[in-house]
């Protein structure tokens, strides 16, 4: 067995865990991609020497970025996923009475390779064979410079703002999103740890706030996503969908028999609820 070392944050800091079994090593056209096994965190999926999602604890991570906005938008039809090339963000989208959803994802061979040594992230590829799953293989910020057909859902499931993903994280990215968003419609975002990546959620929140969306963050903790809370992006058209009705949402999650592991509409609501350092460390943005 090796040693994995990842350095993170301009490497002030650093996580590891012991490979049992390198499952796959390639160069993509667009990332370094590993995919290997551990007795902590079953498979995992690094890309550039970075954890992006491992089987033990990914459905804390896709479940709350995925049920927040599609249970707070009141009518999800048609839903936009940004990234989320293993599947999991798909796969949760799909437990929903929805109508269509289109999966935006730069580099097919981490879609292939999820399928073939993740399958539990994406139903072992049949989430891609649901007539209401439309697969993208494209750069999302040149698809939505052409895509006319407009979203009750948005949701950026991507890397961190490095590299090809960078732009991601860019008002003008922010800008193509809510062009595409319909009336009452809602976006999630992947903010980063915010104890160890505090620019990171500010300048989204204003970037989104610049739009003139209502935009707040909102909470979850993922153990391998090193440095404790992790901040998700919300933002919505409509300020009216901000104040979480527990009791709406739960009549919706019971109805649809939706099974989850982590999200209810109980945590729906407490994520909202910041710790105050972490309202101290947003104060900066001009949501506050």
Same mark, same amino acid.
């Given at each position: 067995?090796?040693?994995f070392?990842?350095?993170?944050?301009?490497?002030?800091?650093f996580?590891?865990?012991?490979?049992?079994?390198?499952?796959?090593?390639?160069?993509?056209?667009?990332?370094?991609?590993?995919?290997?096994?551990?007795?902590?965190?079953?498979?995992?999926?690094?890309?550039?020497?970075?954890?992006?999602?491992?089987?033990?604890?990914?459905?804390?991570?896709?479940?709350?970025?995925v049920?927040?906005?599609?249970?707070?938008?009141?009518?999800?039809?048609?839903v936009?996923?940004?990234?989320g090339?293993?599947?999991?963000?798909?796969?949760?989208?799909?437990?929903?009475?929805?109508?269509?959803?289109?999966?935006?994802?730069?580099?097919?061979?981490?879609?292939?390779?999820?399928?073939?040594?993740?399958?539990?992230?994406?139903?072992?590829?049949?989430?891609?064979?649901?007539?209401?799953?439309?697969?993208v293989?494209?750069?999302?910020?040149?698809?939505?410079?052409?895509?006319?057909q407009?979203?009750?859902?948005?949701?950026?499931?991507?890397?961190?703002?490095?590299?090809?993903?960078?732009?991601?994280?860019s008002?003008?990215?922010?800008?193509?999103i809510?062009?595409?968003?319909?009336?009452?419609?809602?976006?999630?975002?992947?903010?980063?740890?915010?104890? /160890?990546? !505090?620019?990171?959620?500010?300048?989204?929140?204003?970037?989104?706030? =610049?739009?003139?969306?209502?935009? %707040? @963050? #909102? *909470?979850?903790v993922?153990?391998?996503?090193?440095?404790?809370?992790?901040?998700l992006?919300?933002?919505?058209n409509?300020?009216? /969908?901000? !104040?979480?009705?527990?009791?709406?949402?739960?009549?919706?999650?019971? =109805?649809q028999?939706?099974?989850? %592991? @982590? #999200? *209810?509409?109980?945590?729906?609501?407490a994520s909202?609820?910041?710790?105050?350092?972490?309202?101290?460390?947003?104060?900066?943005?001009?949501?506050?």
């Open positions: 067995m090796t040693k070392i990842e350095a993170l944050h301009g490497a002030d800091a996580q590891g865990f012991e490979i049992q079994r390198l499952l796959v090593e390639k160069q993509t056209p667009f990332q370094h991609l590993q995919i290997v096994d551990t007795a902590k965190f079953g498979r995992v999926l690094l890309l550039d020497g970075t954890v992006q999602t491992t089987e033990r604890d990914e459905f804390m991570y896709h479940e709350m970025l049920h927040v906005p599609m249970f707070s938008c009141p009518d999800p039809k048609r936009l996923i940004v990234g090339g293993d599947g999991g963000s798909l796969r949760e989208v799909l437990k929903h009475d929805i109508e269509h959803v289109d999966m935006v994802e730069i580099d097919k061979e981490v879609v292939d390779l999820c399928i073939e040594h993740m399958p539990q992230l994406n139903n072992a590829g049949e989430i891609y064979n649901d007539p209401r799953a439309n697969l293989i494209e750069d999302a910020f040149e698809y939505l410079k052409h895509v006319e407009g979203y009750d859902v948005i949701i950026s499931d991507s890397t961190d703002p490095v590299g090809a993903a960078e732009v991601l994280f008002e003008r990215f922010y800008r193509l809510e062009k595409q968003l319909r009336p009452d419609g809602v976006i999630a975002l992947q903010n980063g740890v915010v104890f /160890l990546q !505090p620019d990171e959620p500010r300048k989204v929140l204003d970037h989104l706030t =610049n739009l003139g969306l209502h935009a %707040r @963050c #909102y *909470t979850t993922v153990p391998t996503y090193y440095g404790g809370q992790m901040t992006g919300y933002a919505t409509n300020q009216t /969908l901000l !104040p979480v009705n527990t009791q709406q949402i739960n009549a919706r999650w019971q =109805n028999a939706i099974l989850t %592991r @982590c #999200y *209810t509409p109980e945590l729906h609501a909202f609820v910041l710790p105050k350092w972490i309202e101290e460390t947003l104060a900066g943005s001009s949501h506050a």
